[in-house]
């Protein structure tokens, strides 16, 4: 008979003994040997009905083709801007794919953007030489103007916006700041200066506690304490499988700028 030893969200290390039997099945970052199922690196348990996998706790963000990031004009080449992406590897912003203007040959690009600016931009292709093309062009991508910019684990990012942009919604009605959280662990925060400090702290917040059940109630009560407000919080993201998709419309109100 298949036994199960951990819980949901339960942190597990490298060779630690997940399930015994044939009833369960291993997925990310979780092995077969012989009857068991074992973890192959330190991370958080997520049981999807019979399926074991384990999200690490930390690690650097790898592009993949349709996410949406933050990234920062690091340089301004021929061909467009070379950006970085909080990541071993670099990408490139075409210029046809930096703005909707005609662009003619041997324009000055510095009048679109300018080296150390921020944006929101789509990973559009991954080549197997890890060769980044990214996009600037579309709904909710554009330069970002003012606030500030932090980061955070990129593994935490799905809690940080939560199931349906649940958590990432209530961060903004406390504080009525702007918040583009980019699956690469850049967040820009764009508000009064004391209420972009509770967004801070609460995203820490996040970070430290997002293995602990009943992080949505924490993070309501610590909102309405350091705010002063009564939150109303619509859904909740505990009890939910790991979200690992970007709710675009859900994560950036500040289109248009």
Known sequence: MSELLIKEKEVVVPGQ????????????????KDELILANRVGSVVIDGKVLRTIPLAGRYL??????????IMDIISMGWRVELNSPYTGLVPVRDGTFEFVPKGADLSRYYEIGEYFVGKIT???GQNLIDVSIKGQGLHKLRGGRIITVNTTKV???IGKKGSMVSMLKQATDCKITVGQNG??????????????VEAMEKIEKESHISGLTDRIKTFLEEKSGRTLEVKSKDDNSKENTSFDEKSNDDSQGE
């Open 17 to 32: 003994i997940l399930a015994n039997g044939m009833e369960y099945l291993p997925s990310h970052g979780t092995y077969r």
């Open 63 to 72: 592009p993949k083709r349709n996410d949406i990031v933050v990234g920062r």
């Open 125 to 127: 292709n991954v080549s």
């Open 158 to 160: 799905p809690r940080i």
């Open 186 to 199: 850049w967040v820009w925060i764009s508000g009064e200066p004391a209420m972009e400090n509770i967004v």
